[in-house]
Each structure stands twice: as structure tokens, then as C-alpha cells.
């Protein structure tokens, strides 16, 4: 049942976002529809996270639209909990693309940005597809570049914090904190079920949490002003506040 819901409701955004992508593509108004397509996602993020069994509590709300957002990292969930919580786009990695097409694909017409990691000539029009994006909308970053296990938040790449610079934007840090799987406290023996890192296949992991009946999360919301010398102190005061309330199971 849970599976049928999940399929369901993906369909639906699959199916609204894919003409709404077209749509910008062949008329160009794509402030409109990207405006459009990111709010779906939302919608659409908070049902499948009642379908779910995510339940997320923010203890104060703070977000100033658009504003950079920068999160810690810990699963494919982040993006749902996010989403459903915050109208924004998210930068993501292309190898995430081609390892999950699954996400990838919806993740793409739904406004979101793949940059490559790998090679850093691109870094400049990505930085300015990024810019682009945050004048209309809000546009998430995951700095540690790649999700952890849950013991400890990994160091910043400060890269993409000069888009904020660069834009005036303020800066809405999000630190997750994963409570509870199925009532019980995560630790070591069941964040495996959430938890997508390393070996993990997509697949065979996504299969394993359908079976979950509840995960309850906690966000941290602070926003702060990108009035800094530069990106690496930017980057490094972020990091500061997030590791700060970040609780390591």
C-alpha cells in the first residue's frame, strides 16, 4: 500500500513538472514555471512524507525567501523533509543522476541543478546557473558534498557560499537531526534503514525503508547574514553552527 501511494503521488509530479519543464523550454517563461514547478515539489514532498511516516518539527521557523539554504547531509530524505517544509531548488551532484535515476530525473525538471564535482572548469557557469536560480528562488546546497553516517557532520566545501555573497542573500541554516526510527532511538544498529551512504544501493535501501512505519526528525532553523570577507569564513561559520547543533548518534 505504502509503495502504491509512493508511486502514485511521484507519478503526479513526474507528470506536472515534465509539462510545465516542457513548457518553459518551448515558450520561455521560466521564472513562472520554475516558481510553479519548485512549489509542486513541495506539495508533492509533503504528501509523499505522510505517506511515508516522516514527521519533521522545526523549532522556529526562520526562512527570508530566497535565501541560500544550506543543510547537513544524511540521506535521499533530506531533500523530501526539506522540500516539504521550504519552497526551493537543490544542487545536487550528476553522479547522482546516474546512479539514481529514480530521484535524478524528477529532481531535474523539478528546477534543481547537477553540477560536476569532478571538474572544476565548470565551476564558473555553474556558479552562474546557481546565481541565476537564487534570484528566483530559494536554492538549497549540501556543502559536505556527499552524506555521512550519522557520527559526525563532515567538513564544508566552500565553493557554492560565494553565490550568496555575490547575490546579497541571506543564508537559512538547517541542521537535521534524525530522532527516531519506528519509536526507537537511532544509533549504530538501525540507521542503516535511513542512513544512504557509502556501498548503499539505491534500490535494495529504498525497499528497506518502505518497511519503516515512522521517522521522526528534528530541524534546527537559524538564518545569518552573508556579510563576510569571503566564502571560507562564510563557509566556516555555517559549519560552526550546524556541527554546534548537530547531535552524532
Sequence with gaps: MKLFLFISFYSILLLVNTLLYLLEKSLFINDLTLKIRVKTLSIICKILCWVLGVKSDIDKKNH??????????????????????????????????????????????????????????????????????????????????????????????????????NNKKNINLLTLNYKSIDNEPVSVKNRDYVFYYGEHVFFEHFLKFLKLKTIKVDINDKLISSNSKDRKELAELSYKIINDSYQSI
Excluded: W
Design 64 to 165: 527570508e525567501y530566497p535565501c541560500l539554504i544550506v543543510s547537513n547531509h544524511l540521506s535521499y530524505l533530506d531533500i523530501l523533509i526539506i522540500s516539504s517544509n521550504y519552497n526551493c531548488s537543490f544542487v545536487g551532484s550528476v553522479d547522482q543522476v546516474k546512479q539514481d535515476l529514480f530521484f535524478g530525473y524528477i529532481a531535474k525538471i523539478s528546477g534543481c541543478i547537477f553540477v560536476d564535482r569532478k571538474d572544476k572548469r565548470k565551476i564558473k557557469s555553474e556558479m552562474i546557473n546557481i546565481s541565476e536560480k537564487l534570484e528566483k528562488v530559494s536554492v538549497c546546497i549540501f556543502p559536505e558534498a556527499t552524506t555521512s553516517n550519522g557520527e559526525i557532520v563532515l567538513k564544508f566545501n566552500s565553493s557554492f557560499f560565494q553565490v550568496s555573497l
